[in-house]
């Protein structure tokens, strides 16, 4: 039972390096989502989809770019990375109705 | 203004006691629907419960209940029989009705003491 599937689960940029976080869903789900958790500030929406083909900003957007080029995957870009940028990144898919489903999480850290 | 507001930063409870976890929400909209999850310290995220607003009975999943208070904007999480596994950050969301977003509360770290 795969679920939600991230990669990595772990990275260390330098400022200024560019990065791509994949997330994957076998649930055949609509609606794709990224978010980022630190401490104390719970999780922030970054960018979601739709479906295939559609993207729409979320409360974060900035420095960060997405695409959904197929139903299944989700892409997160960080194009020049910043300090401000680490934190871990979670992805989540849902059907029409009802929860979300969560992956286990990204870690990144820019120094 | 704050959609989910926590206001537990951290709250302990002994084993085997009930203990309730505060979330208010903010909204606009008749339809909306709210939502606790669970992450362990091994950092998964875990969906608990769910409660529609048009829902006129509380929600409840096994020892987890949710008691709705509409008029007050509160969805407090009651978690009966507190174990260790229970020791945890715990988020409530809240998605407003045809909306995509899900907002998120700053979760309420949760410890059982044995």
Redesign the interface.
Known sequence: NAGVTQTPKFRVLKTGQSMTLLCAQDMNHE?M?W?RQDP??????IH?S?GEGTT?K??VPDGYNVSRLKKQNFLLGLESAAPSQTS?Y?C?SRKRA?????G??SRLTVL | AQK?TQTQ?GMFVQEKEAVTLDCTYDTSDQSYGL?W?KQPSS???I?LI?QGSYDEQNATEGRYSLNFQKARKSANLVISASQLGDSAMY?C?MREGAG???Y????TSLTVIP
């Not at chain 1, 104390?40 to 929406?45: D, E, V």
């Not at chain 1, 009802?98 to 969560?102: I, P, R, S, V």
């Not at chain 2, 998120?104 to 979760?107: E, M, N, W």
């Open positions: 609606y989502y978010y104390g500030m719970g999780l922030r929406l979601y739709v729409a979320g409360e871990v979670f989540a009802g929860e979300l489903f969560f286990e999480g | 989910i930063p939502f999850y950092g998964e995220m969906f769910y988020f969301a995509n977003q899900f998120f509360g700053t979760g």
